[in-house]
């Protein structure tokens, strides 16, 4: 189900099944299951089958009110459908209004003397369209979807009604558009039709490129079988041969009539380049086999180059900024100048530029888009797919056939503003005034070519301005075709969305008068002279200072600068009067002993150095309080370390080495028992120095004469004191007394834990 609608009161579906039924929504609301299922089934009130192969994708009802019960539905196998809903015996029948593509339109071509044109896709239909008058002419449908289409050019039919049509099965079709016969004087104008005129299948696979050479004898087609047809164009187009090519075919085109005898380029997806020399009709025998031996052929493999590039710009464009850099200190040191400041800013030495782009090359090519002869002989163009995208690639041809070997481009020329999507089609206008590229992201671009020079003396890397528009859907609309109408006032584009577009294109007189009208007014210069507009510095730096800011700036260096002008002349009074001093010195010294001074009445003032010691006691005062509070906050932190981590310790651990062998002996870290064993242990010993003397007061156990013990031994005398404990194999001291039953198995019992937990 594609889609549900309420309408009064009545539920309408429509599904991929091509059906339209109407539910009674009361019955649907109030439904519930009679079982575990969870299922409900009912008839539906109306239906309505539109056709065999219909996909109904949505459906809107008509706004005229006359017409209440006439519904209007898009077919996803390409087509609008007229609806009559009104379930009665005057019912009319599904009417298909319109035919369109379904699915990618995978080629367009324009007609070489009037204002048709006609696609193909993968839906099977040939369309055929009148663009003037907007409407569509006529639409056929084949067994295979199609792949390829060329309009004849009038070198092949003057009346420019031939179609040639590829499709994927390998078979190639060519078609007539012309009306159809009628009977003279019917007053009604024949509608227009696509009849066949002859059927061939050069290829085992998809047809995938089509072209007539220049002299229209000729024609190639390419498939994804790897292998070029030659069949000759007459009344019947009959078969030359074939040859194989490296890759499977994305493209061909036949070179200028100025490079001498016809040649065809053919480009594959593997990114190999391939020249073949026409064969000539009848010169080679097809008795056995249509496979041609012998053909001059020449190419290359592409060899991609794209890291290097991308290395280059990234090598500029950092040489760029460190010479803006360089710039920007010159400049402001230049302002600091102005303004009567120091240069404190030091140079900044800058190393070898680092470049972040890796090199890498693609295993496998990168596939060839487009190809294009251009230029000195044996020059073609390159767009190419997938990791080189972004450029179009200038390459050579060998001199001479060969083994084909991996090439790289002679130059680059980059497509700005393109993201590195690929341009997935290039043509020129019929006056070769534009150049007309579509790009895989659905947008389309256009480069106007001023001047009168010819397109064959142009430098592709001076294109210049272009105007750019993105048409076709954005992710699945790349654009498998451009071109322009036979008087190149139209442009149509065909894209893998299903879409085709037609624009008016505005004539070179309409584009200066629109040019001329639109152009503004400019005032004149008020300058003098181009010598005050050179003076003029401007700012570019976001770091400038305001005008405010620029003020205190100078404020405070000039500030700065006093002070630091008055520091260097008291240290010039001081350093003079200190050489005078010196040098009454030396003269004192100079005299009879009788005759000097002592050095204390040099002294001016003996109260002035006083003051300054006592000033300096002071300080030195203040400093060791400072110091005595930083001395005691790390005491502190000392003592809390030693608290957590070194009073815990019974021992630390000590290596001692061998000097004459490797061997090596250390101890343990081992930690101190706790508090708890200690306080245990003394009630342990308290108890044992309690003990009942045998033989007083008869025999008995419950003797109330304790003897106490009142000195602890020793931690190294633990073996001998227990054995009063009960403790087996013990042996008690003399004079003591085993403690036995219920009470000395409790003792001996928490002596044995304590001595674990140890």
């Known amino acids: 189900v594609e889609q549900l609608v309420m309408d009064e009161g009545e539920l309408i579906t429509i599904g991929a099944d091509g059906a339209v039924r109407v539910w009674d929504f009361e019955t649907v609301d109030t439904a519930d299951t009679v079982d575990d299922t969870g299922l409900f089934e009912m008839e539906p009130m109306n239906e309505l089958k539109v056709g065999s192969g219909v996909h109904l994708k949505s459906m809107t009802k008509s706004v005229d009110p006359e017409q209440s019960t006439v519904w209007y539905a898009q077919d996803a196998n390409g087509g609008i459908w007229k609806l009559d809903l009104s379930f009665s015996h005057t019912t009319k029948a599904p009417e298909q209004l319109y035919h369109y593509h379904a699915g990618k339109v995978t080629g367009l071509s324009a007609s070489p003397n009037t204002h048709l044109f006609a696609t193909i896709g993968i839906d099977s239909r040939v369309h055929v369209y009148d663009h003037a008058a907007k409407q569509p002419l006529c639409t056929a449908k084949y067994t295979a979807g199609g792949s390829a289409l060329c309009w004849a050019p009038l070198l092949v039919d003057p009346e420019g009604s031939t179609l040639i049509a590829g499709f994927t099965d ?11 016969t009628q009977a003279e004087g019917s007053g009604v104008e024949a509608p227009t039709q696509l009849t066949l005129q002859q059927a061939f299948k050069p290829h085992a696979g998809p047809v995938t490129a089509m072209a007539l050479d220049n002299k229209g004898h000729i024609l190639a087609t390419g498939g994804e079988d790897k292998t070029i047809f030659f069949l000759t164009v007459g009344e019947k187009y009959e078969p ?36 073949i020399t026409a064969p000539e009709a009848g010169k080679y025998d097809t008795s056995a086999t249509f496979k041609i031996e012998g053909l001059d052929m020449r190419g290359f493999t592409f060899k ?11 090598r500029k464009r950092k040489e760029e900024e460190r010479e803006q850099r360089k710039k920007e200190r010159e400049r402001r040191r230049k302002i600091r100048e102005q303004q009567g400041l120091e240069d404190d800013e030091e140079e900044v030495e800058e190393g070898e530029i680092e470049l972040e782009t890796p090199m890498y090359i693609p295993p496998v090519p990168s596939p060839i888009l487009q190809a294009f002869y251009h230029g000195p002989p044996g020059t073609v163009w390159l767009s190419m797919g997938e990791f080189d995208a972004g450029y179009l690639y200038e390459c050579k041809l060998p001199e001479s056939g060969g083994e084909i070997e991996a090439v790289k481009p002679s130059r680059a020329v980059p497509m700005l503003e393109t993201d590195d999507v690929p341009i997935t089609c290039i043509s020129l206008s019929n006056n070769k005034r534009q150049v007309l590229l579509g790009l895989e992201s659905g947008s389309v671009r256009i480069h106007p070519l001023e001047g009168d020079q010819e397109w064959q003396d142009r430098d592709l890397a001076e294109l210049g301005a272009y105007w750019q528009y993105s048409i076709h859907d954005t992710s699945s609309g790349s654009i498998t075709q451009i071109c322009t109408s036979f008087d190149d006032q139209f442009l149509f584009t065909a894209g893998a969305d299903g879409n085709i577009f037609a624009f008016k294109i505005l004539s070179q007189e309409e584009i200066d008068r629109s040019r001329a009208e639109e152009r503004a007014k400019v005032p004149s210069a008020k300058w003098k002279d181009e010598e005050s507009l050179r003076r003029v510095e401007d700012i570019e730096s976001e770091d400038h200072y305001s005008i405010e800011d620029a003020k205190q700036k100078a404020e405070h260096d000039k500030m700065m600068r006093l002070a630091e002008e008055k520091k260097m002349k008291t240290r010039r009074t001081i350093n003079q009067l200190r050489r005078q001093f010196h040098k009454l010195l030396e003269q004192n010294a100079e005299l009879p002993e009788h005759a000097q001074l002592d050095r204390m009445e040099f002294e001016l003032d ?3 150095r006083t003051e300054m010691e006592q000033m300096t006691a002071e300080r030195l005062k203040l400093v060791h309080r400072e110091l005595d509070w930083e001395k005691e906050k790390h005491t502190l932190a000392l003592h809390k370390l030693k608290a957590r981590f070194k009073d815990i310790l019974m021992s630390e651990r000590l290596v001692v080495h061998s000097f004459e062998t490797g061997h090596q002996v250390s101890t343990f870290r081992l930690g101190k028992l706790s508090e708890e064993y200690y306080q245990l242990r003394r009630e342990m010993e308290q108890r044992q120095s309690s ?6 007061f008869g025999s008995t156990r419950e003797s109330t004469d304790f003897s106490i ?11 001998t004191s227990q054995a009063g404990l009960g403790i087996p194999g013990a042996v008690p001291k003399k004079g003591q007394v085993q403690l036995t039953g219920r009470l000395g198995e409790k003792v001996a019992k928490a002596l044995r834990k304590a001595e674990q937990a140890k």
């Open 709 to 719: 013990k009142a000195a602890r031994e020793s931690e190294d005398e633990d073996d």
């Open 606 to 608: 003996p109260e002035n």
């Open 240 to 275: 030359i041969g074939f040859v194989d090519v490296p890759g499977p075919v994305s493209c061909i085109e036949w070179s200028p009539e100025a490079e001498g005898p016809a040649k065809l380029l053919v480009c594959c997806t593997d990114g190999t380049v391939v020249e």
């Open 304 to 314: 991609s180059i794209k890291s290097e590039l991308r290395r280059e710009e990234e």
């Open 170 to 180: 390998g078979v190639v079709r060519v078609l007539n558009v012309a009306k159809k």
């Open 691 to 696: 003990v009942v003397e045998p033989g007083e």
